[in-house]
């Protein structure tokens, strides 16, 4: 009995889906694409000091017990939530651009209507909120506010990201906004694996992969588009296009959600180096698609210096205004649990924008007074690129290597200079955390005996589990420790590397889970003996 050759065809991606390069001039230079001096310079624009406001600023949390009229027939949701507005008072509440993690006696900021990824020193951005407004709501005010939001189609609430606007982008127009009401995503309880695989019995899988595009990263592509729809209509500079260098994941959401916002988008993806199934989404999206002769860091380099020559704004997540649509998962992830802190979240890491959203989600939810603590946060890294691991093990002291990252089947995270590495160890740091790392068998093996107890995973929810099975080995993690392990994509868009491990194509490694299909003659009495044969061990319940 031989696994089925013809079901385990292989197909690598193909390269044929290259589309023709356009011959762009290329400088070196960091410059970054700004507003003409003639255009009014949004920067002059004060930011509010300590406002007094009431909750009748903000949208009213609707009574769970009105039942809300049915919209009038010429009026679609966008329509309705402008006429809700008109009934409300004006919007208080805003955010900035600041040097990410800058002292307190530093005056830079940028007006989110500018387009700037980096301080004057070169160091990253973060988008800070006017805490003080902000706190002028008590916590049970927040709880209440983004639990009545949950599970409705009310523009733009009804997405898991804009029911928390006020928190992400709280200046932006609702008209602006472009949204596929992505996250609200399924918080699993992962009781078989849990009870039976690691002797938990309070494990639970956030799985952001069940989404619009099939991964974490439309949460903060939903931002990035609706800020860049709305930089286009203000036009007080020219904005062609949005760009990415990726892996995979954060190309797919780039490119549905311009799509969606009739925006043109440009995708550097490194050759021959993600699935067939994230290849052929930013394909039919109708992004322009360079594949490129490189990895990811390679990719990510060109993209870095084609958007500071051309008007093409940069969507990876060097870009702070993506961490402010992800840092909702965290949010949300206390939401599900009745506002209840887990005691670890498992997250795994490449360009390392993620980890350091969620911990802000965390820390945020902490500061406004909607929980008193936050999770231990663990970064996983694939052994095959694991700068991170590498830094934290070296007890943070050297200075940052970044290592050349190479193949590993969690594809999406073979990254190998991330770009917001100072943004993970600040965040690791902060919530004592810890980083893990696990080798091709043993991210795989954790894949499979995952998806052997109802889940279909992808290979870096792999990593995240292998990692949470040796925390629990070494004790790190006790028994009934609340966990969430974060699921970043859809199992189907790596659908090959699982058709690989079942049929044991993947060298060097013994795929001790694999469950190929078995070949069986078309007779009765061939079918009852296999059949008999792999019903003789099973006990009967
Ligand atoms: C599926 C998947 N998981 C995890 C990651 C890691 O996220 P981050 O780059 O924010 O560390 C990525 C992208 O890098 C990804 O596409
Ligand atoms: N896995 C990512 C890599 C790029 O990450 P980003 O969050 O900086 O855009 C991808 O799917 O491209």
């Not at 230079?29 to 909750?55: G, H, K, M």
């Not at 993209?303 to 008007?311: A, D, G, H």
């Not at 392990?485 to 790596?494: E, I, P, Q, R, Y």
Request: glycine letters at 6%; hydrophobic letters at 40%.
């Amino acid at each position: 009995m031989a696994a089925s050759s013809s079901f385990f065809r292989s197909s690598s991606p193909s390269s044929t889906a290259v589309a023709a390069a356009a011959s762009l001039p290329r400088n070196q230079a960091n410059s970054q694409f700004r507003i003409p001096s003639s255009a009014p310079c949004p920067r002059l624009r004060r930011f509010p000091a300590v406002i007094s406001c009431t909750s009748s600023t903000l949208d009213p949390a609707p009574s769970s017990n009105s039942v809300k009229p049915r919209r009038p027939a010429d009026e679609d949701i966008r329509d309705e939530a402008r006429r809700h507005r008109a009934a409300s008072a004006a919007n208080t509440l805003s955010a900035r651009y600041v040097p990410f993690n800058a002292g307190p006696d530093s005056d830079e900021w940028y007006s989110l209507d500018e387009t700037v990824y980096r301080s004057r020193s070169g160091g990253l951005l973060d988008v800070q909120h006017d805490m003080d407004a902000l706190k002028n709501f008590d916590g049970a005010y927040w709880r209440d506010l983004f639990d009545s939001r949950v599970g409705k189609t009310t523009w733009p609430y009804g997405s898991g990201v804009w029911s928390k606007k006020e928190w992400v982008l709280p200046e932006i127009h609702p008209d602006d906004i472009v949204s596929a009401f992505e996250g609200n995503s399924n918080l699993f309880w992962a009781e078989r694996f849990g009870k039976h695989l690691v002797g938990m019995n309070d494990l639970w899988v956030k799985h952001c992969g069940i989404s619009h595009t099939g991964s974490f990263k439309d949460l903060g592509m939903t931002v990035l588009v609706s800020q860049v729809n709305r930089l286009r209509k203000l036009n007080r500079y020219p904005l062609v296009a949005v760009g990415c260098a990726s892996t995979g994941d954060t190309s797919a959401a780039l490119s549905a959600y311009c799509a969606s916002a009739d925006i043109p988008s440009i995708v550097f993806l490194p050759a021959n180096k993600i699935s067939m199934a994230q290849l052929v989404q930013p394909i039919a999206n109708g992004a322009f698609v360079l594949s490129i002769d490189t990895d990811f860091d390679g990719c990510m380099k060109l993209i870095r210096e084609v958007t500071s020559e051309l008007p093409i704004y940069l969507a990876n997540s060097l870009n702070s205004l993506r961490l402010e649509g992800q840092k909702t998962a965290a949010i949300e992830i206390l939401q599900q649990f009745d506002w209840e802190v887990p005691d670890w979240v498992i997250i795994p890491g490449g360009n390392l924008g993620n980890i350091y959203a969620l911990y802000k989600g965390f820390k945020m939810c902490q500061e406004l007074g909607l929980v008193d603590r936050i999770p231990r946060l663990v970064c996983a890294q694939a052994a095959n690129a694991n700068p991170l691991y590498l830094h934290f093990k070296s007890g943070w002291g050297t200075d940052f290597k970044p290592v050349n990252a190479t193949t590993t089947l969690a594809s999406a995270i073979q990254i190998g200079d991330p770009v917001s590495i100072d943004r993970a160890v600040y965040a690791l740091q902060k919530s004592n955390g810890i980083v893990e790392e696990a080798t091709e068998e043993e991210l795989m093996d954790a894949m499979a005996k995952a998806d052997s107890t109802g889940m279909f995973i992808c290979p870096h929810t792999g990593v995240a589990l292998a990692a949470l099975i040796k925390l629990r080995k070494s004790g790190v993690i006790g028994p009934s420790d609340r966990t969430v392990v974060v699921s970043t994509a859809h199992g189907l868009k790596f659908s090959q590397s699982k058709i690989d491990y079942h049929s044991k194509a993947i060298p060097e490694m013994a795929s001790r889970f694999a469950n190929p299909p078995v070949e069986v003659k078309a007779d009765f009495g061939s079918v009852m003996d296999v059949l008999r044969n792999y019903l003789r061990d099973k006990p009967p319940k």
